[in-house]
């Protein structure tokens, strides 16, 4: 990380931290210490330094930067471990493809301002204007069956929610597989790509798109997306958040890593709005009626038909029929 980056950290645990601390960690002089803290806040971190308190960091610009994000992330955080911010580009998961393709390591994470291309499941388009919300994609590398792909999608809508509710307060609620929904209005959605060989994956782009700072979408999102803002009222801190996110994230792919999945499937039935719904999924081939019933330990959602059978369903469109 850089110094500016350093400095970030050190100041974003919350308190005062006197600059002969700074200086001592970093190993930096006095004149050098008092340079940075004037490129930061020229470029709008605003921090106040109090004589015999000493420096603290009050308010930071609602800028992706890629310190920034480190600066609020665990340092032991694998999902992050190497952060890109893109002003514009066409889709972050785009990127990352290629990124993996050129042998990137897991947990690299690309956030952009603005896509051009923003893409969901289904083939839909992810309104993504320029600042108002996150749009990341996240590269992993999990040495596991591609049918355990969807837990992703799974922990990445756990991940939304988590660090949702500690940022905001806010108590958003997931549908099965991917959307994540404050006052039954969608505000964040997970499309996890996947590349595998037969028994393998090879490598898993998670994208994460989530309004923000939103206050007015198309008319054709009007009647079915929110946003951040427009639920609790008030601007939030992208980067805090991106961060929040991103270290969630790392905490489920522990628990996928180590063989807890279920720890996150009852995070999930905790927050989710689906089970005991009567519903319609459209899995592109086929369609599968009935109650959704429990979330299996793959990941995949099981529906109760009519006549009895118990379905899998690992993806589709869901559409909940009576509540
Ligand atoms: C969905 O709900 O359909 C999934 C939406 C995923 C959108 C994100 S935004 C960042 C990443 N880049 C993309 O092009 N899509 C994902």
């Known amino acids: 990380m850089s110094i500016d980056g350093d400095i970030l950290r050190l100041l974003a645990i919350g308190g005062p931290v006197f600059p002969e601390d700074i200086q001592r960690k970093l190993g930096i002089e006095q004149a050098l210490l008092q340079k940075h803290v004037s490129a930061l806040a020229a470029l709008g971190y605003e921090i106040s330094h109090t004589p015999h308190v000493g420096y603290r960091l009050i308010s930071i610009p609602d800028r992706l930067h890629a310190d920034a994000i480190h600066a609020f992330l665990p340092p032991d955080s694998l999902v992050g471990s190497d952060i890109h ?28 301002e603005a896509q051009t291309k923003g893409r969901g499941r289904l083939g839909r388009k992810w309104f993504s204007p320029n600042r108002e919300g996150l749009l ?4 992993l590398r999990p040495q596991l069956h591609p049918t355990q792909a969807v837990q992703f999608t799974i922990a990445g809508a756990v991940a939304v929610a988590r660090a ?20 039954g209005k969608k ?4 499309l ?13 782009v998670i994208g994460i798109g989530v309004d923000v700072n939103t206050l007015a979408f198309p008319p054709e999102l009007q009647e079915i997306a929110t946003s951040l803002r427009l639920e609790s009222g008030r601007m939030i801190t992208r980067v805090k958040l991106a961060a929040k996110i991103l270290a969630e994230l790392d905490a489920c792919y522990d628990d996928i890593r180590s063989g807890g999945f279920e720890r996150i499937s009852d995070q999930w039935e905790q927050w989710c709005t689906t089970l005991g719904k009567s519903l319609r999924i459209d899995t592109g081939g086929s369609i599968i009626e009935g109650v959704a019933e429990a979330l299996d330990a793959d990941g995949s959602l099981l529906v109760r038909s009519a006549h009895g059978r118990l379905e899998r369903a690992i993806g589709g469109d869901v559409r909940i029929i009576k509540n």
């Open 187 to 190: 505000f964040s959605g997970i």
């Open 164 to 183: 949702v509710h500690a940022e905001t307060g806010l108590q958003p609620q997931i549908k099965w597989p991917n959307d994540v929904l404050l006052a």
């Open 85 to 112: 911010v893109f002003q514009e580009t066409n889709s972050t998961s785009d990127i990352v493809e290629r990124l993996a393709r050129d042998g990137a390591r897991e947990g690299t994470v690309v956030f952009a």
């Open 136 to 139: 990341c994609s996240i590269l």
């Open 192 to 204: 996890t790509e996947l590349h595998a060989e037969l028994d393998r994956i090879s490598y898993l």
